[in-house]
């Protein structure tokens, strides 16, 4: 049985020999001062905010996390049509690790957001339009890596995946724009699109501090889980290669005299 390869990844890109790089020291470096910057002012020197108090601290969290995510699922997107379109290993593993990034990510959109409703509803979840369509978009994902997981033809599961890919991004939009669709019970924007007037200084700042520093961490962790599952398939295309080597000697005819 013979398997279809995808075209291998470094034809469109060096082929990396490790999962970090000095380009990733660097962006690792940045990501952690911002990082540092975000926790300092974000739980020490900003204010409590004159409406939601000390629970302003959840959301310099859950923005920076629920944007990274965003980004993630949006590279996935982009790699899935690219894919769609060129068939290389480079923009599937690419989606993919942008999948896995966004779900992570996500996942933990949900939980501080939970936080943040346990301290503002009394309730760590309610099905308002926000949560629901959140809860939806990461079950697509994980439906994409679900997917994914599946035993099959290399390039029919890239396939499936990117179809997959660019279909769930549709509900990204949709979970941004709920609150302003229907009427729910969650937050209104903040720092996006309306800026609340009542955010400023060291607030303003600790929110863009965090949020420099979740896309930040976002971008590096996606580039190490990308080289990480390019040098997973170059060691299984290795096995892959020496199991039919020694299946080819062991069928060969034996040479040589008998004792």
Known sequence: MTTTKIQSASTVSPAPT?????????????ALVFLIIAVVYGLFISPPDAQLGNTIRIIY??????????????????????????RTEFWDLLGSSGAEIGVLFFAVTIVDGALWGKVTWGV????????????????????????????????????????????AI??????????????????????????????GGTQLFAMYS????GLLVCVWLLIHRFRAGFLAERA???????????????SSPATGEDA
């Open 210 to 213: 965090a949020l420099i520093a």
């Open 170 to 199: 549709v509900n990204v939009p949709i979970v941004h724009k709920a609150v302003d669709w229907w009427r729910g019970l969650h937050q209104g924007k903040t720092v996006l699109g309306t800026i609340d007037p009542e955010m």
């Open 124 to 167: 760590f979840w309610r099905w308002e339009p926000r949560l629901t369509t959140s809860a939806v978009l990461l079950i697509m994902y994980i439906g994409y890596l679900a997917v994914r997981a599946i035993p099959a033809d290399p390039r029919t599961r890239a396939t499936r995946c990117a179809i997959i890919g660019i279909v």
């Open 236 to 250: 299984s295309d290795l096995g892959l290669d020496q199991a039919l080597e020694e299946r080819r000697l062991e």
């Open 18 to 30: 490790g999962t970090g790089s000095r380009g990733t020291k660097v962006l690792g470096g940045f």
């Open 61 to 86: 969290m859950h923005v920076p996390t629920v944007m990274a995510a965003y980004l993630a699922f949006i590279i996935t997107a982009v790699s899935s049509g690219m894919y769609l379109w060129k």
